[in-house]
T-cell receptor, first 111, second 113 residues
Framework: QKEVEQNSGPLSVPEGAIASLNCTYSDRVSQSFFWYRQYSGKSPELIMSIYSNGDKEDGRFTAQLNKASQYVSLLIRDSQPSDSATYLCALAGTGGFKTIFGAGTRLFVKA | ETGVTQSPTHLIKTRGQQVTLRCSSQSGHNTVSWYQQALGQGPQFIFQYYREEENGRGNFPPRFSGLQFPNYSSELNVNALELDDSALYLC????????????FGAGSRLTVL
């Protein structure tokens, strides 16, 4: 079993819709959870971090964490064509000795 | 505040050769990690350096080695290059505060022929 699992997609949504990206993980001791966005040919950039169960909102983005179910999600409201990218789920354990990434989900937002 | 810079941006090597990639971490960041990202895959953790010591390593063979210098810049060395080493190599730094948020450089794209 992979440490971080994501649906590779592509996920296609129309402009203005809600995009829902999901991620499951296997290591129960993981403490920190992240969503990074990676445009084609570019390096990853942080969108959201979440450390506690529940929801965390930042603008059009909402991260959701359920440690009991080992599940992290990212909702993008009012999706824009500029949101088209690969979204990487990542997690780190205590001590932060390494951050592990999923394979990423490709999102296409159609104008 | 400067970001993370990597060099070179692109390079082509042949099998069996050796390569050195360089990274300057962001100001205020004393931890540097290296990742390998093959086409269509997520970044794979190679290793991490904190205050010039390796303090974490992924599933990569010993021919992948690194250094961190007193100014927190870092090098990734790969010996005996193989075709499968062709990838984007990403350097990421973390702040001294210990937060696990990574700031990535633009990457070095290595092609092994």
């Amino acid at each position: 079993q992979k440490e971080v699992e994501q649906n590779s997609g592509p996920l296609s949504v129309p402009e203005g819709a809600i995009a829902s990206l999901n991620c499951t993980y296997s290591d129960r001791v993981s403490q920190s959870f992240f969503w990074y966005r990676q445009y084609s040919g570019k390096s990853p950039e942080l969108i959201m971090s979440i450390y506690s169960n529940g929801d965390k909102e930042d603008g059009r983005f909402t991260a959701q964490l359920n440690k009991a179910s080992q599940y992290v999600s990212l909702l993008i409201r009012d999706s824009q064509p500029s949101d088209s990218a690969t979204y990487l789920c990542a997690l780190a354990g205590t001590g932060g000795f390494k951050t592990i990434f999923g394979a990423g989900t490709r999102l296409f937002v159609k104008a | 505040e400067t970001g993370v810079t990597q060099s070179p941006t692109h390079l082509i090597k042949t099998r069996g050769q050796q390569v050195t990639l360089r990274c300057s971490s962001q100001s205020g960041h004393n931890t540097v990690s290296w990742y390998q990202q093959a086409l269509g895959q997520g970044p794979q953790f190679i290793f991490q350096y904190y205050r010039e010591e390796e303090n974490g390593r992924g599933n990569f063979p010993p021919r992948f080695s690194g250094l961190q210098f007193p100014n927190y810049s870092s090098e990734l060395n790969v010996n005996a290059l193989e075709l499968d080493d062709s990838a984007l190599y990403l350097c990421a730094s973390r702040p001294n505060s210990g937060a696990n948020v990574l700031t990535f450089g633009a990457g070095s794209r290595l092609t092994v022929l």
